[in-house]
């Protein structure tokens, strides 16, 4: 039988509630499946910070590097650790180290979820970079505290980065509908963003049967809204796909939908699976947190690990789920009530 080595990273908040939701439908879909999944617990988190200093030991990335996948809850804990310091010592060092470069993000409603907008049958599939950019973090900070305080961030954007995201987008563009909206604000930001422009249009002459179209973000965040019907693939860069897949989650119903897969394409080392949403201290400990989104993005990873009939035996059970009207009213039913409704209906 094949066994496939999972790390489970929880986080802080919510992140720990739905962890365990979408374990418990993940180990349920591979016991009616001919798979197993080993997963390994890391209690990596704010709260590991507090008690080490750190928010994953020093060799945190070389432990997780012998997973098959890694499937993580929730980073941040602002009351106790700077958002800046809980991100960037655990998320981003990962999706950095294992090249995650496609941070995928689908944006579609499922059956009984209300959107805010009238339009209901769109189906996006947000691509975001996911190593350098706007988040390389990069800069620095020079006479602290004083009237003279200059601070520096300086976004990255290399063309091996650039040019590979591009690939991709344009790869699921053709595996889809065969349209890319490549996004980027090149008016303003007159290097990075023409860079990315001229990579975009070099590459749509190798993909003939991709209809791309270069957007300034601000229009195409209008048009997710106005016309989310039109789009099909969205590739942007860090920063933007960060902000704009919050609109893709606000057009889906909420955070609460939105799923999420860091990958790494060359398959060179494990790819992360995770909800879009932080770790909501605010409704942290009450039971009612959403677990679709993590269980949405168990079935990527499944999906991404080969085991395509179960990814799809998953998402046809969240579907089910919602179809009855369970999980599409936030804070109606508890995270266990649902996700004991998902199992239901795996079985
Ligand atoms: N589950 C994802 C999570 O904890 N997100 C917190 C966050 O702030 N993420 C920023 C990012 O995805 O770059």
Request: charge should be negative.
């Amino acid at each position: 039988m094949k066994s496939y080595s999972i790390a489970l990273i929880p986080g802080d908040g919510i992140g720990r509630d739905v962890t365990a939701a979408a374990w418990t439908v993940l180990e349920t879909v591979a016991k009616q499946g001919d798979f197993c999944l080993a997963g390994t617990e890391f209690p990596w988190s704010c709260r590991f910070f507090k008690e080490t200093g750190r928010m994953m030991p020093e060799d945190g990335i070389e432990t997780l590097r012998r997973f098959d996948a890694i499937l993580f809850g929730a980073v941040g804990w602002p009351a106790e650790v700077p958002d800046s310091v809980s991100l960037h010592g655990l998320l981003l060092p990962i999706r950095k180290a294992f090249v995650q470069y496609a941070n995928i993000r689908p944006h579609r409603l499922l059956p009984g979820v209300r959107g805010p907008l009238r339009a209901e049958s769109f189906d996006i599939l947000c691509i975001r970079e996911n190593t350098e950019g706007e988040y390389s973090g990069a800069g620095g900070r020079v006479h602290q505290g004083t009237l003279d305080e200059v601070a520096v961030e300086t976004a990255i954007f290399t063309r091996a980065g650039v040019e590979r995201i591009l690939r991709f987008g344009f790869e699921q563009a053709r595996s889809r509908h065969g349209k890319l909206a490549s996004v980027t604000k090149s008016n303003a930001q007159k290097y990075s963003m023409v860079f990315w422009d001229e990579i975009t249009r070099k590459l749509a002459a190798e993909y003939p049967d991709v209809a791309v179209t270069s957007y300034h973000v601000d229009a195409l965040a209008a048009r997710m809204i106005m016309a989310p019907e039109s789009l099909d693939v969205v590739v942007a860069s860090n920063l933007f796909g960060d902000i704009l897949t919050d609109i893709g989650a606000a057009i889906q119903g909420g955070l609460g939908y939105a799923a999420s897969a860091n990958i790494n394409p060359d398959r060179s080392a494990p790819s992360m699976f995770e909800p879009v949403h932080g770790s909501a201290p605010d409704i942290a400990h009450l039971g009612i947190s959403n677990p679709i989104a993590t269980i949405w993005s168990g079935a990527m990873m499944l999906d991404h690990l080969g085991e395509k009939d179960a990814a799809g035996r998953v998402m046809k059970a969240l579907e089910a789920t919602t179809a009855q009207g369970i999980g599409t009213a936030p804070g109606t039913e508890s995270t266990q009530a649902i996700t004991a409704a998902v199992v239901s209906a795996l079985t």
